[in-house]
């Protein structure tokens, strides 16, 4: 007789369980297992166990634990599907479960989601004397015959309440079947699981009050399982007939595209050929091409099915347009199509760019289709809501993803049950190299230091043994960042899910099972950059009345280029990094064509190729062509096979090849597999020589399609990028003091990132003026030509502060800090947010020194609360000066050194003048300034002066000590690195904020610049 395994949980259980899927089925297979059933608390890794079940050949059965509530009382049972109808209800009642945060199933919900499910009840000692028979009639009316009692012999144990169970079930003509509930695969992991229950339960397993897991819940071997149960071997044989009669399709690869609502008059296909010939006019997209274009994209959409899609991504970014949302002009592949085009989903013109259909939707390989839609991140959301309420919230969900114990993560997490001290938490996470993938096993291979600590004594040996076993687990779920899901039916018949946020569900599966299921996903993605420039426009309208629309902006303007072209990139999107500044130095852009190669061609691999743009750009190297017939595809490039769209048109022109094989043949090469090379070497070369191409030239043209096949960059996604990098290059270049208000305001809280645009601002002469409860609003502003500070830039001042000082200064401006304090109340005015605001110099306009107005904060504050003690309005009015306003306290004149420190401690960086500045006036001397460093040549020597923020001392491995040196002056931030000799000499003075004069020579690491320290001046 084959085993059976009925009650399995899987790791997919969040912490529930340590069984892996991978490694369960070898296991099951060497036991000869026929059938094992998944019984996870909710209906996670459904479709890893289903399709890991059926390519070991054993038959899967979906389980779901159940509460069943009857009089007051719940009794434990497993439902399991026994046909399509009971799959769909175990879908429905764990839906219902999870997004009510019900444990117990209602004797209602047992009834209406009753159909093709059997009822087994376990004896895991839960069972109480007295009322089970009228509960075994109940379930008898609900469940029919399909209701089984489940005897559990842990280990080999019989418990204390089997026999009376049994008889129960003998009373009541229910059949008996055995299990086992199996929760770890093996006895020697019963340790590790109980770390893992630990770890979910937060606590020690030191501690005495803690759950602790039953015993002997490992998976046992086929002749254990039958040893437990010599006595009642048909217990076993009625546990594999009542799996078998469990015959489910778990459904994928479904076409579960979402439907727009139209009337039924029209099909989806004809309003969108409307909608899209109403767009091609209004973009003035008379030429003949435009509308064969059209026709072709239409055809291909329709034949797929797509034409709702289409219409769905129209709508809701209309939505966002009509709601003054700043929506991307485009992401991805996407780009490539007109009918996204017409439609307003997009900003790139295909035709005007060049950009290919079928790098999009290929009708010679269908795939979903994936329109990528980027929104200013503030506002996402609103889109979000707006798409659950027009298809409601049972068709709309967000999508779950699984945190998993990294090797971080669960050296710390095993640590924290294990008791270590916080130290020793600490020492673990140094000794694990932060970098993406890294494994224990990894860091404890590759370093002595760590393998040394970890033998030092047995429980940290047993600390890793099982911080191993437990790595890689599910630990927790959250939203996915960006993936909402559209269903034409309600997701409940299709997928279980469970609360989310906002009001919005969330599958119980993540993105990659959800797809094989045939639904849908799409991309609301929240983009930064589009925030900085809505805040620009808006900071513009608002002060001078313009509306700065950039899909209306002239792509050929001037100082844009120059601007680029110096390599004055810093907050535009995409060009920012020391590298890309370099490259755009070495280009000298002129076009918007150049932005688009350069974001192309800034890529490992790729990047090799752009000094060989850039010198065939300026004419210092005559442009080649394998063959003429290359020139009207790489003409725009110099020559330089850039993008994947040029390989697909030289296939096509070349070889004779459609567009949609010319993508297969792109796909195919870039695998870069002998036998897929050769295949596709001798497809191109019939097709070139059938045109007339000589079989050289043939393969040649071939040999450079395979060179550059991995390096090709999706024309639609850099010509769409590279619009917001030239809408922000625009605005910096035009518009600079809003650039920089824009920005600042989205740097609040990285102080190195506020101190770097200040000095950019700086040497633009744009003037800096300080916070001030009179002038700010709460972020940013321009004001005279200059950027004021917003006060929540002010470090522990509470938003609630910052806004009832806006509201108050609605009636008028405050003439002293006693009335501000009167204004606000005493609900706002404390002592702990005004006192960052007097510090940064927000109340220097009331002309009372910085020291006076500290000293006088206690009086001001006991004003508020005898005048307005709550938001209120008081019995009296202030302005009748019933109160008499206390006077300022005497206090000497605060020393410029101390109002400088004071600013660094609440803003982050010194604001009225850097310490340097003076220190630079007193040498008399000119020093390189810190950000023009990254303008050096590698080895140029410099000098600098600077100041020390950070000393990072390290050992060579010969033991001797070095630093790396974190140095600022009022322009910014560099590193040093001081080599064991000198560090030597200069240690013992290199502390914090001690000013030095560095000599050494510039060397890049990684693109970013450092200073080899020769000698130090203090």
């Known amino acids: 007789m084959s085993i059976v395994y009925p009650h399995i949980t899987t790791s997919a259980d969040l912490l529930k369980s340590i069984v892996r899927v991978d490694d369960l089925f070898p296991f099951l297979t060497a036991q000869e297992a026929s059938a094992a059933a998944l019984v996870n608390t ?79 009840l376990l004896n895991d000692g839960s069972w109480l004397p007295g009322g089970q028979d009228e509960f075994i009639r ?79 819940q490992h998976v046992p071997e086929a002749e254990e399982f039958r040893s437990w149960f010599t006595d009642h071997p048909e217990w076993l044989e009625a546990s594999a007939r009542l799996m078998s009669e469990c015959q489910v399709t778990v459904p994928t690869d479904q076409k579960l595209l979402p439907v727009f609502p139209l009337p039924e008059s029209i099909s989806a296909a004809q309003y969108l050929r409307s909608a899209c010939e109403k767009g091609m006019a209004a973009r003035g997209c008379t030429h003949p091409d435009y509308q064969k274009r059209l026709d072709y994209e239409l055809t291909v959409i329709e034949s797929m ?16 347009r009509d709601s003054h949302i700043l929506t991307g002009p485009g992401r991805g592949s996407s780009a490539g199509s007109l009918v996204a085009y017409v439609l307003a989903i997009t900003d790139v013109d295909p035709l005007v760019h060049g950009l290919l259909f079928e790098r999009f939707l290929n009708p010679e390989r269908v795939t979903l289709p994936d329109i990528d839609i980027d929104f200013a991140d503030y506002r996402r959301q609103e889109v ?6 027009k298809y409601g919230p049972q068709r709309t969900a967000q999508i779950i993803t699984f945190g998993t114990l ?77 993936g909402i899901i559209l269903s034409p039916i309600p997701l409940v018949n299709v997928v279980p899910i469970e609360k989310g946020n906002e009001g919005i569900f969330m599958t119980q599966w993540p993105m990659n099972e959800l797809e094989k299921t045939g639904l849908l996903k799409m991309d609301f993605l929240g983009l930064r950059n589009l925030t900085i420039l809505e805040r620009i426009r808006h900071l513009l309208n608002r002060d001078t009345g313009h509306w700065l629309d950039y899909r209306q902006l002239p792509l050929n303007d001037e100082q844009t280029y120059q601007l680029l072209a110096a390599g004055d990139t810093t907050g535009i999107f995409q060009l920012e990094s020391e590298g890309m500044r370099r490259a755009l130095q070495l280009i000298q852009p002129t076009g918007f064509n150049d932005i688009v190669a350069v974001n192309a061609l800034f890529r490992p691999g790729p990047m090799d190729f752009i000094p060989l743009y850039a010198k065939r750009k300026k004419g210092e190297e005559p442009v080649r062509f394998l063959h003429p017939a290359l020139e009207p ?43 897929i090379l050769d295949d596709e070497r001798a497809h191109f070369i019939k097709g070139a020589t059938g045109k007339g191409y000589s079989q050289p030239v043939a393969n040649d043209v071939y040999d450079l399609i395979v060179r550059f096949a991995n390096y090709g960059f999706p024309k639609s996604h850099a010509v769409a990028y590279s619009l917001i990098s030239y809408w922000l290059a625009y605005a910096k270049a035009h518009h600079p003091a809003y650039f920089y208000a824009a920005l600042l305001s989205g740097a609040a809280g990285n102080p190195e990132k506020v101190n770097q645009l200040l000095q950019e601002a700086k040497s633009r002469h744009i003037p800096l003026l300080p916070p001030s409860v009179q002038k700010s609003g709460s972020g940013f502003r321009v004001e005279g030509g200059g950027v004021r500070f917003g006060l929540n830039a002010v470090k522990d001042v509470p938003g609630s502060a910052v806004k009832a000082i806006l509201e108050a200064r609605k009636t008028g401006p405050f003439d002293s800090l006693f009335h501000i304090a009167e204004r606000i109340s005493g609900v706002h005015f404390k002592r702990k947010s005004m006192e960052p605001l007097i510090k940064a110099g927000a109340f220097d306009d009331f002309g009372v020194d910085r020291s006076v107005l500290l000293a ?163």
């Open 138 to 216: 109940y379930l008898r009316t609900v469940y029919g015959q399909d209701v089984y009692g489940a005897v559990m012999r842990p280990g080999g144990v019989r418990t204390e309440v089997e026999a009376g169970f049994v008889t129960l079930c003998d009373d009541h003509g229910v059949p008996v079947i055995a299990t086992q509930a199996s929760r770890y695969l093996t006895k020697e992991e019963t340790f590790a699981f109980e770390a893992a229950s630990a770890i979910a339960q937060g606590v020690k397993l030191s501690d005495d009050e803690r759950p602790v897991p039953p015993a002997d």
């Open 305 to 320: 099915g797509y034409s709702d899609y289409f219409l769905i991504v129209a709508d809701f970014v209309k939505f966002a």
């Open 856 to 1018: 006088s904060l206690e009086a001001a504050a006991k004003h508020a609360e005898l005048v307005r003690p709550s938001e209120e309005p008081g019995l009296f009015d202030p302005a009748e000066d019933i109160f008499i306003k206390p006077k300022y306290t005497k206090a000497s004149l605060m020393p410029d050194r101390v109002k400088l420190e004071f600013e660094k401690e609440v803003l982050g960086f010194y604001l009225s003048e850097h310490p340097l500045e003076q220190e630079k006036q007193k040498r008399g001397r000119n020093f390189l300034p810190v950000n023009k460093i990254r303008n050096c040549r590698n080895g140029q020597a410099v000098t600098v002066l600077a100041m020390v923020l950070d000393v990072k001392q390290i050992r060579t491995k010969k033991g001797e000590a070095m630093a790396f040196l974190t140095l600022q002056d009022e322009t910014g931030e560099t590193r040093a690195t001081v080599f064991p000799r000198e560090y030597a000499a200069y240690a013992p003075s290199l502390g914090d904020q001690a000013v030095i004069e560095i000599q050494g020579t510039v060397e890049f690491w990684n693109q970013k610049p450092s200073i080899i320290c020769k000698s130090i001046t203090f």
């Open 406 to 482: 990294s090797a971080k993560a669960v050296a710390r997490d095993v640590g924290r049950v294990f008791g270590f001290p916080p130290e020793d938490l600490e020492t673990i996470s140094k000794m694990i190299p932060s970098k993406p993938g890294i494994t224990l096993a990894d860091a404890e291979s590759g370093s002595a230091e760590f393998r040394a600590w970890i033998t030092e004594n047995e429980e940290r040996k047993k600390w890793f043994q099982t911080a191993s076993a437990l790595e890689g687990l599910p630990r927790n779920a959250s939203t996915h960042a960006a």
């Open 42 to 120: 909710r209906l996670y890794g459904v479709l890893p166990f289903w399709e890991a079940a059926r390519r070991a050949g054993i038959h899967p059965v979906l389980g779901l634990p159940a509460a069943l509530e009857y009089e007051d009382r719940t009794y434990p049972a497993v439902l399991y599907a026994k046909s399509d109808a009971g799959y769909r209800n175990l879908l429905k009642l764990s839906s219902a479960l999870a997004t009510r945060d019900r444990e117990d199933v209602p004797d209602k919900w047992a009834a209406a989601y009753r159909e093709g499910l059997i009822c087994v």
């Open 633 to 675: 595809i790489l003409g725009e490039t110099y020559g330089v096979i850039v993008y994947q769209e040029q390989i697909m048109r030289i296939a096509s022109e070349m070889a004779g090849f459609s567009l949609g094989e010319a993508d297969l043949l792109r796909r195919a090469v870039s695998k870069k597999k002998r036998e």
């Open 384 to 389: 979000i809501e707006y798409v659950a309420r």
